[in-house]
Nanobody
Framework: VQLQACGGGLVQAGGSLRLSCAAA????????MAWFRQTPGKERQFVAR????????NYADSVKGRFTISRDNAKNTVYLQMNSLKPEDTAVYYC?????????????????WGQGTQVTVSS
């Protein structure tokens, strides 16, 4: 099982980035995919979540209206479109796979993790 995240980079405040997470190694239909982010010294923080089946989504309040999570079932890839980026969005972003049955936002509920991709937003 492998989750491969990419798309991070350096962007000015107000700019946009799109992260991708390619999932491989198993059938994902019973899973939800999520993005978390983490800054040094802080706990990993939930950002957004999408179910592979049905496509229902959930967002952290801090990113609602700015970030959009989507998936391409044919490519087994999940995306995080990040617009109107702020310096406080700077973090390492991780994709994860976890249970689709209920909305869970705690990292420990997720079974599989990607390697993380750095997003830096300059002011």
């Amino acid at each position: 099982v492998q989750l491969q995240a990419c798309g991070g980079g350096l962007v000015q405040a107000g700019g946009s980035l799109r992260l991708s997470c390619a999932a491989a190694g198993r059938t994902w239909s019973s899973y939800a995919m999520a993005w978390f982010r983490q800054t040094p010294g802080k706990e990993r923080q939930f950002v957004a979540r999408i179910r592979w089946t049905g496509g229902s989504t959930n967002y952290a309040d801090s990113v609602k209206g700015r970030f959009t999570i989507s998936r391409d079932n044919a490519k087994n890839t999940v995306y995080l479109q990040m617009n109107s980026l702020k310096p406080e969005d700077t973090a390492v972003y991780y994709c994860a796979a976890g249970p689709a049955i209920s909305v869970v936002v705690t990292p420990k509920s997720y079974d599989y993790w990607g390697q993380g991709t750095q997003v830096t937003v300059s002011s």
